[in-house]
């Protein structure tokens, strides 16, 4: 009877310390029993392990064709280990594609600003000053050269509750919808981490007949949004022109 490969047993039982490592981090954040930090700190150190189960039991999966027995353990080893390894990985590899930035603004020169909003973010770390990093909007310029205001020939009126419609359409908690100021305030939950971004979209008509839409989507924590309110704000205003059945000027 051949032995059973030690490098697939061990592959197999890092990826398990792995995966529980992965869920315990995902739970504890997602039910706020620690702080941001310490929730990422444990999602990084499950990659690294998921990666190091993967090139263990790849070892594994070599010393099995030599002869030992294990191959449904090294299998096992790097199937556990690339799922752990995952959300640190393509987390890296998206945040290395992006500006570490987590305030994003159609309105760079005059971004919407929040006002019912301003309590619930009493005790997050990310400010709404816009004041770091010093180019904030060099860098979001750059790397989002496509997000504009979006303007239209269309009634403030009907595009304000065209707005807030979309908004609620996109799952948003709707903080405050006020017409007479125009701006509709509201907070975006993640699914799996329950991640919390505030969003403003403000609705103003600097001349008659012509209405603008601009809108603002902010991070809680984190220091870089890894480009999901730069998408958050694109399927907003896509969603907005189909309610509305108009196009951008």
């Given at each position: 009877m051949a032995v059973q490969s030690r490098a697939a047993v061990w592959g197999m039982r890092i990826g398990v310390v792995a995966l529980i490592l992965l869920a315990l981090a995902i739970i504890a954040n997602r039910y706020e029993l620690v702080v941001f930090k310490?929730?990422?700190?444990?999602?990084?150190?499950?990659?690294?392990?998921?990666?190091?189960?993967?090139i263990v039991s790849l070892i594994g999966?070599?010393?099995?064709?030599?002869?030992?027995?294990?191959?449904?353990?090294?299998?096992a080893g790097v199937?556990?280990?690339?799922i752990a390894a995952t959300p640190f990985t393509t987390s890296f590899v998206k945040g290395r594609s992006v500006p570490p930035i987590h305030d994003i603004t159609t309105d760079l020169s005059n971004p919407p600003q929040f006002v019912a909003v301003?309590?619930?973010?009493?005790?997050?770390?990310?400010?709404?000053?816009?004041a770091a990093p010093a180019d904030l909007?060099?860098?979001?310029?750059?790397a989002y050269p496509d997000l504009a205001p979006l303007k239209l020939?269309?009634?403030?009126?009907?595009?304000?509750?065209?707005?807030?419609?979309?908004?609620?359409d996109m799952g948003?908690?709707?903080?405050?919808?006020?017409?007479?100021?125009?701006?509709?305030?509201?907070?975006?939950?993640?699914?799996?981490?329950?991640?919390?971004?505030?969003?403003?979209?403000?609705?103003?008509?600097?001349?008659?007949g012509t209405v603008v839409v601009d809108v603002?989507?902010?991070?809680?924590?984190?220091?870089?949004?890894?480009?999901?309110?730069?998408?958050?704000?694109?399927?907003?205003?896509?969603?907005?022109?189909?309610?509305?059945?108009?196009a951008a000027s």
């Open positions: 310490f929730a990422i700190l444990g999602i990084a150190i499950a990659g690294a392990l998921g990666i190091i189960a993967v999966i070599v010393r099995v064709l030599g002869g030992k027995a294990g191959m449904g353990i090294a299998i199937v556990l280990g690339l301003v309590p619930l973010r009493a005790t997050s770390p990310n400010p709404l000053d816009r909007a060099a860098l979001q310029a750059k020939q269309e009634q403030p009126g009907k595009v304000f509750d065209a707005a807030r419609d979309v908004a609620h948003w908690e709707i903080v405050a919808a006020t017409p007479e100021t125009g701006l509709i305030e509201a907070t975006a939950t993640t699914s799996l981490l329950r991640f919390k971004d505030d969003i403003v979209v403000r609705v103003v008509e600097p001349d008659a603002r989507s902010v991070s809680r924590v984190g220091m870089s949004d890894l480009g999901t309110n730069a998408a958050r704000i694109r399927a907003y205003l896509s969603a907005l022109k189909a309610k509305l059945g108009l």
